[in-house]
């Protein structure tokens, strides 16, 4: 593994006339006399050893991709002398008018690229590598392949070797083993899987045409029949698209028609509401109301509701996880109305986190009592249970108790019904998504003992509960991380995927 502080290691020669510096990234250089061509340029130290291996000009760089392992080395200097070119649509993450917008917008979900430069910019970058399109080196033809994945815009360098061989560079489309270097960059939001699909397009297309020497960005090249590399990783690309999409395959939505009261207030049992897009309120027969995912798109519409309960007091409120579309009305509420806010260990965890993470909010926002990890919670007459429920995100808890004589579970977005995003609200490395025991499988496991009657999740979405559903589910779980396993270099999730959550030097990363 290559480390952003290491210096380049000494150059490798792949065949005659093309060689490999293992730097930041993989840098290729492919040589023609004293000229040549390099793809990446990581660090650029690499640049002092060119001598030596005879090799007086550089005439062009061709970067595969835009993230800072590629290309960092470039802002040390305004002017190189070498042409730099960048796959068109590039320019947005590389060039400083592009990179000061896109850092000052925090973003709400994933963001557009875990690792792209967050100051600066390049100048003079030509954006002219298309895929399907070439460009001429004196009479050698440099051609360019779509291949996407490491972002949307990445591209594979195809040239041929003065030996006749076709030499791929393809940046992070294909690492050794068929996998992928840091499969998180598939992610390009919280629960699709538009970007495994692309990077299974990608190398379908790659493998489309006969490939001599695979020369991916990290790991060593690939000269071993490359083409049953390339058959692999797409093979196993769609698979991780396919866990990416229906997780309780043939089953019904199983929904609960409620009494509606207003467009945004519905009445799902006689002490149970559902207001706007994510809150629920539940009413005590001593008159007073504990709020569930308070948000305040929702505060509308929760008035509405307040104006049909006359002289009812919310005097709780709770979340079933961090984001903020479940939360951030809890302060108002305590304004408003002095409602106590209760949180589950693992949420006040999450929002205590000075990393940037999907949807937490950039300002603090403080429980004033916390529940237990595991137990039990009284308020008013309802008894509940309360345990930690990791899935769409690993800060997420679920509560249940019985309204109106039916065992009502408030499980916000780990499990929807099957219409509703594919049954879940997804799962993703910067969510700290997990699947076994202490992930989606083990939650899946913790509803079927439960046995609720009534699942009220997030966004609105109440349903009957099945347990044949989440025995589908389980094995789900199974399938999803057994694809992302196989896509990481040695297997190992927390090193290659959950590196996504550690982003510390976002800029909106709060300060407390
Ligand atoms: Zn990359
Ligand atoms: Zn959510």
């Known amino acids: 593994m290559t480390s952003k502080t290491s210096t380049s290691s000494n150059p490798v020669r792949l065949s005659s006339d093309c060689w490999r510096i293992a730097d930041t990234c993989n840098v290729y250089v492919l040589q023609r006399g004293e000229r040549a061509i390099a793809v990446d340029f990581g660090s650029g130290r690499w640049l002092a050893r060119l001598p030596a291996m005879g090799i007086r000009h550089l ?4 970067l595969t991709h835009h993230h800072t392992d590629q290309c960092r080395g470039l802002l040390a200097r305004k002017s190189w002398p070498f042409v730099i070119h960048a796959p068109a649509g590039e320019r947005e993450f590389l060039s400083a008018e592009g990179v000061k917008p896109l850092n000052a917008a925090p973003p709400g979900g994933c963001p557009p690229s875990y690792d792209r430069l967050r100051y600066g910019g390049l100048g003079g970058v030509c ?16 051609r360019f392949l779509h291949t996407p994945g490491h972002g949307r815009h990445a591209c594979t360098v195809v040239a041929d070797s003065q030996d006749g061989r076709q030499l791929a560079f393809c940046g992070d489309a294909v690492h050794a083993h068929a996998t992928i270097w840091q499969p ?44 049953s590399t390339l058959r692999l990783t797409a093979r196993r690309l769609m698979a991780l698209y396919l866990v990416k999409g229906q997780i309780s395959a043939g089953e019904r939505d199983r929904y609960i028609k409620p009494e509606v009261l207003t467009a945004g207030v519905r009445r799902i049992l006689p002490h149970l509401f559902q207001f706007g897009s994510n809150g629920y309120l539940l009413l005590s027969d001593a008159g007073t109301a504990f709020v569930i995912d308070p948000f305040l798109d929702d505060m509308p519409a929760l008035d509405e509701l307040m104006r049909r309960l006359p002289g009812v007091r919310i005097l709780a409120t709770a979340a079933t996880h961090y984001h903020w579309d479940h939360l951030d009305a809890a302060p108002l509420l305590r304004k ?36 237990p990890d595991q137990g039990t919670w009284k308020w008013e007459d309802y008894a509940f249970r309360i345990a ?11 509560f249940m108790t019985e309204v109106d004589g039916r065992r009502v579970m408030f499980g916000g977005d780990s499990f929807q019904p099957p219409s509703r995003w594919n049954g879940t609200g997804g799962f993703c490395a910067a969510n700290g998504s997990r699947f ?33 559903r989440f025995r589908k589910i389980e094995r789900w779980a199974a399938r999803a991380e057994a694809a992302l396993k196989a896509l990481c270099p040695d297997g190992d999730l927390r090193r290659h995927y959950y590196a996504a959550t550690e982003f510390s030097d976002w800029p909106q990363a709060r300060s407390r």
């Open 127 to 142: 954006y002219d590598m298309a895929g399907f399109s070439d460009q001429f080196w004196g009479s050698e033809r440099i």
């Open 184 to 227: 998180y960059h598939l992610e390009w939001d919280h629960w699709t899987g538009e970007g495994a699909l692309a990077a299974w397009e990608g190398v379908q297309r790659l493998s489309g045409i006969k490939v001599d020497l695979l020369c991916p960005s990290h790991g060593p090249a690939i000269a071993t029949n490359p083409a």
């Open 388 to 398: 930690h429920w990791p899935g769409q995100t690993w800060w997420h808890c679920v």
């Open 59 to 62: 005439d062009h760089v061709f």
């Open 436 to 468: 076994g025991a202490r992930g989606f499988a083990g939650s899946a496991r913790l509803a079927i003992r439960w046995r609720p009657d009534i699942l009220a999740c997030g966004h609105a979405t109440y349903c009957r509960f099945s347990s044949s």
């Open 336 to 371: 408003r109305h002095g409602a106590r806010f209760w949180l589950h260990p693992s949420l006040a965890e999450a929002l205590s986190c000075r990393h940037w993470r999907p949807w937490l909010k950039p300002i603090p926002i403080i429980p004033d009592c916390l529940w």
